[in-house]
């Protein structure tokens, strides 16, 4: 099964500044999403992209967040002003034919 | 909106026992089933996945889970675990129209002991 892979593995940072994590999916797949999942909780919906723009976003999703796909092939998540409670894993996920294919993650520790 | 529940949130098992995880959705049309495993320290991987058809999926690691409409439910079974099968154990739903996000359940920590 093609990979996804995701960057950087782990990230701290201090509250208030901005993060980009990035994913680099499957080339030839059209569907991009970004879930969180907080330390003990469910994996959560944030967003979904397709064809160079969101498709589908959750509640979560607020305007600190943004997703693009710049060069073609990275797929980013930014969070423009990270608060505590925005410390989680984020997994970014492929759709193909047989289905999706999720990154190994970064965990986001905000201190 | 598709809501997703696992009422086991915490499973301990010896080795060669069976399990039964549970797994309910709600949602009004048709839904993709999903079962994923989460083994420590890393990503989500796919169990099995059920669209239509025979309502028995067999799926990777002697996994398989059964869809019963009238239930509204996708129980994940195996006959015997393995300490190996130590790991968080996700119900996932989408809708098949369109593109749609995976609504995920709470999850189980399946524990195995030797």
């Known amino acids: 099964e093609p990979e996804v892979t995701q960057t950087p593995s782990h990230q701290v940072t201090q509250m208030g500044q901005e993060v980009i994590l990035r994913c680099v999916p499957i080339s030839n797949h059209l569907y991009f999403y970004w879930y969180r999942q907080i330390l003990g909780q469910k994996v959560e919906f944030l967003v979904s992209?397709?064809?160079?723009?969101?498709?589908?976003k959750s509640e979560i999703f607020d305007d600190q967040f943004s997703v693009e796909r710049p060069d073609g092939s990275n797929f980013t998540l930014k969070i423009r002003s990270t608060k505590l409670e925005d410390s989680a894993m984020y997994f970014c996920?492929?759709?193909?034919?047989?289905?999706?294919?999720f990154g190994s993650g970064t965990r986001l520790t905000v201190v | 909106a598709q809501s997703v529940s696992q009422h086991n949130h915490h499973v301990i098992l010896s080795e060669a026992a069976s399990l039964e995880l549970g797994c309910n959705y709600s949602?009004?049309?048709?839904?993709?089933l999903f079962w994923y495993v989460q083994y420590p320290g890393q990503h989500l991987q796919l169990l099995l996945k059920?669209?239509?058809?025979?309502?028995l999926v067999k799926g990777i690691k002697g996994f398989e889970a059964e869809f019963i409409k009238s239930k509204f439910s996708f129980n994940l079974r195996k006959p015997s675990v393995q300490w190996s099968d130590t790991a968080e154990y996700f119900c996932?739903?989408?809708?098949?129209?369109?593109?749609?996000?995976?609504?995920f359940g709470s999850g189980t920590r399946l524990q195995v002991q030797p």
């Open positions: 996920a492929a759709l193909g034919s047989y289905g999706y294919t």
């Open positions: 992209f397709y064809n160079n723009e969101i498709s589908e």
């Open positions: 059920y669209f239509s058809g025979d309502p």
């Open positions: 996932a739903v989408n809708a098949p129209v369109g593109r749609r996000a995976l609504t």
């Open positions: 949602y009004g049309g048709t839904v993709n």
